[in-house]
């Protein structure tokens, strides 16, 4: 039977039980193949282990769920208040986040059994839960698919540091290639509406709805491929300083760069490291892995430049997501806008207060979903946020003119 249609016919409590698990269960089903050496590691201070991944996510419902709903509330570990925080100051202490990779114990069968106590204990309050719960419960699922897409992306940079190049899994195919026709999506200068106006979960950094002026722009049809991220580095793309930001061809030289993250030049010609191992580069699937600099270092040299997010919102409105290619199921896109407060943002009371608002400084928007962001979880508002060094996400790059 179709998922949809049945939890359709669900009451909302049934419905939203039904979710909960389904969710919890995916991020259970994507750690599976993983070994517990392979779960503890971290590769980089930015990264996370898989096992601390399992951990946090039900942290949150614990904390933010049965803290406060559950009668008689017991903590499953009192340590793990602290140990699986992420960045939550109203919360209290947290465990250093460059060290999570030291965290040997709890081991991965104890914090999966964790996972097993929690989601029970949830389960109880799911049978009839108030609005507030209800919402908070959508929250943590939101919450957690974050956190299945953060655990591929850290994975895939951990594997990426052994030589054997192993293999995460190797059952399916790769996502397909668009075929849209390359080209472009003019829209004429005006007053357009952006951010989330719905009945939908959104995060609160998409609202409110605001109005924007926006002059008139194109948005390319396709995003930009392997070979025309390839013609790039033939054509010195990664030794012109004059194509580069200040900052950005500081961090090219000083990091001694010359081609995308997971890229490898040899005899055999060009190959790219994947989820399905060390594979010969396809120069027809989208550049993905490219940081903010390298996004516009490359739109320069094209004699183009990156959308702001407010005309990728508004294009892709305009002309729907059927015009593009790849919009939310290849790469993450980056916009040339800084990540702010939309006019009118306020952030939410307590910790959860903490979610979004207080990382507006320093970074990037991008827009669309990626191959590994869950399917239902994007949508045309959503707004990611990285650094300008940030490669390890599968953030690529679609152009404006």
């Not at 939890?7 to 089903?29: C, I, K, M």
């Not at 005899?267 to 060390?278: A, P």
């Not at 270092?297 to 015009?323: F, I, K, M, N």
Request: charged content about 15%.
């Amino acid at each position: 039977m179709n998922a949809p249609a049945e939890l359709a016919r669900q009451q909302p409590a049934e419905a939203l039980a039904a979710q909960f698990a389904a969710v919890r269960a995916r991020t259970v089903a994507l750690a599976a193949p993983l070994s517990p050496e392979d779960a503890c590691v971290q590769s980089m201070a930015d990264a996370s282990p898989a096992k601390w991944h399992l951990a946090h996510t039900t942290w949150f419902f614990e904390t933010f769920i049965l803290e406060c709903f559950e009668a008689g509330f017991q903590p499953h570990h009192p340590a793990f208040r602290v140990l699986f925080n992420s960045y939550y100051n109203g919360i209290g202490e947290k465990h250093a986040r460059a060290q999570r990779g030291l965290i040997t114990r709890p081991s991965l069968d104890e914090v999966l059994a964790y996972r097993a106590a929690v989601d029970a204990r949830i389960d109880a309050l799911l049978v009839a839960p108030s609005p507030e719960l209800a919402t908070l419960v959508r929250l943590g699922l939101q919450h957690e698919q974050q956190h299945q897409e953060l655990l591929l992306t850290d994975l895939k940079h951990l594997l990426s540091m052994n030589p054997l190049y192993p293999v995460y899994a190797n059952d399916g195919a790769l996502p397909p290639v668009g075929c849209a026709p390359a080209g472009w999506h003019s829209v004429a200068a005006g007053i357009v509406d952006i951010g989330f106006d719905g009945d939908g979960f959104c995060f609160d950094n998409e609202r409110p709805r605001h109005r924007q002026f926006v002059e008139g722009f194109a948005l390319a049809t396709t995003l930009v491929s392997n070979a025309d991220y390839l013609t790039f580095i033939d054509a010195g793309g990664y030794a012109d300083p004059a194509l580069w930001l200040s900052e950005g061809w500081s961090w090219v030289c000083d990091n001694a760069l010359t081609q995308p993250l997971y890229w490898h030049r040899s005899d055999n010609g060009w190959h790219e490291f994947t989820l399905r191992g060390l594979q010969a580069l396809d120069l027809q699937r989208p550049a993905i892995h490219l940081s903010y600099f390298e996004a516009d270092a490359y739109a320069r040299w094209a004699g183009a430049r990156l959308p702001t997010e407010a005309q990728w919102e508004c294009a892709v409105h305009s002309a729907g997501p059927d015009r593009f290619d790849d919009l939310f199921g290849a790469c993450w896109q980056w916009t040339s806008s800084s990540y702010a407060p939309y006019p009118g943002f306020a952030t939410a009371d307590g910790a959860l207060g903490e979610y979004n608002g207080k990382f507006m400084v320093n970074q990037y928007v991008l827009r669309g979903g990626s191959c590994i962001t869950p399917v239902g979880h994007a949508r045309a508002t959503y707004r990611n946020f990285f650094p300008a060094t940030a490669r390890w996400q599968f953030s690529g790059v679609r152009l404006a003119k």
